[in-house]
């Protein structure tokens, strides 16, 4: 079982973004992870392409990409030009699921499946078999800082079991809501990467923050 752990640019300070992401480079992270939101998924618009492509271009970790976005399969391509190494796109976004996850997996990117608090771990049961890791959503995706969803230490530990059995290779990540209080309980529940934005950004001191969620 891995402790990973990926910070979320998204509560970043972006008038500081070489920065932030020198930081990062510098702390025991082991992914970034960039929210991409269009306003019509999530009632939220973050960022697009120019500022992925500005931290990809300094950062020494692989990218790890959130699509909070309608018809995420039209911007697969330039995802992978951007060197995004992990990309995941909403169940709830995608028609066409397994196609959309060959697609991304065809540009040499880790495929992800995000779910919504509200859709069950049993609506991977069919498709598990072709996702690299699947990221659970702690809180309602859309905004950082949000109260962690106390149920969503049983659908991991659901989402676990349907992995065991059907695709052992398969990660979980958990995005929202992560503190260095519950970090140990969701790595026990069975989560192999930690999103945290707030809790890394929003502290005095976001090296020790990155040490004391991965717990070493
Ligand atoms: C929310 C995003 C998260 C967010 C997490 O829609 O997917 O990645 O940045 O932020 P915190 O850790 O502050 O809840
Ligand atoms: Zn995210």
Same mark, same amino acid.
């Given at each position: 079982?891995s402790r990973f752990i990926?910070p979320?640019?998204?509560?970043?300070?972006?008038?500081?973004?070489?920065?932030?992401?020198?930081?990062?480079?510098?702390?025991?992270?082991?992914?970034?992870?960039?929210d991409?939101?269009?306003?019509?998924?999530?009632?939220?618009?973050s960022f697009g392409?120019?500022?992925v492509?500005?931290?990809a271009r300094?950062s020494?970790?692989?990218?790890?990409?959130?699509?909070m976005?309608?018809? @995420?399969?039209?911007? #697969? $391509?330039?995802f992978?030009?951007m060197?995004i190494?992990c990309l995941?796109?909403h *169940?709830? !976004?995608?028609?066409?699921?397994?196609?959309?996850?060959?697609?991304?997996?065809?540009?040499g990117?880790k495929?992800?499946?995000a779910?919504n608090?509200?859709?069950?771990?049993?609506s991977l049961n069919d498709?598990?078999?072709?996702?690299?890791f699947?990221l659970?959503?702690s809180v309602?995706?859309g905004?950082?800082?949000?109260?962690f969803?106390?149920?969503?230490?049983r659908?991991?530990?659901?989402?676990?079991?349907i992995?065991?059995?059907q695709n @052992?290779g398969?990660? #979980? $990540?958990?995005?929202?809501?992560?503190t260095?209080?519950n970090?140990?309980?969701? *790595?026990? !529940?069975?989560?192999d990467?930690?999103?945290a934005g707030?809790?890394?950004?929003?502290?005095?001191?976001?090296l020790?923050?990155?040490?004391q969620?991965?717990?070493?």
């Amino acid at each position: 079982m891995s402790r990973f752990i990926a910070p979320s640019m998204l509560s970043c300070d972006f008038g500081k973004l070489s920065r932030e992401v020198d930081m990062v480079n510098r702390s025991q992270a082991d992914y970034i992870h960039l929210d991409i939101m269009d306003g019509v998924f999530v009632p939220n618009i973050s960022f697009g392409f120019p500022v992925v492509s500005a931290i990809a271009r300094e950062s020494k970790k692989p990218l790890d990409a959130h699509l909070m976005i309608i018809e @995420p399969d039209r911007y #697969i $391509e330039n995802f992978s030009r951007m060197g995004i190494s992990c990309l995941s796109i909403h *169940y709830e !976004a995608s028609l066409h699921l397994h196609r959309s996850l060959q697609k991304i997996k065809s540009y040499g990117m880790k495929a992800g499946i995000a779910l919504n608090p509200h859709t069950p771990a049993s609506s991977l049961n069919d498709i598990i078999q072709e996702a690299d890791f699947i990221l659970v959503m702690s809180v309602n995706p859309g905004f950082g800082g949000q109260n962690f969803i106390e149920n969503s230490y049983r659908k991991i530990s659901r989402i676990k079991e349907i992995i065991n059995n059907q695709n @052992p290779g398969c990660m #979980i $990540e958990v995005d929202g809501g992560v503190t260095r209080e519950n970090a140990p309980l969701l *790595y026990d !529940a069975g989560a192999d990467i930690l999103v945290a934005g707030n809790s890394v950004f929003g502290s005095e001191d976001p090296l020790k923050a990155i040490k004391q969620i991965k717990g070493v």
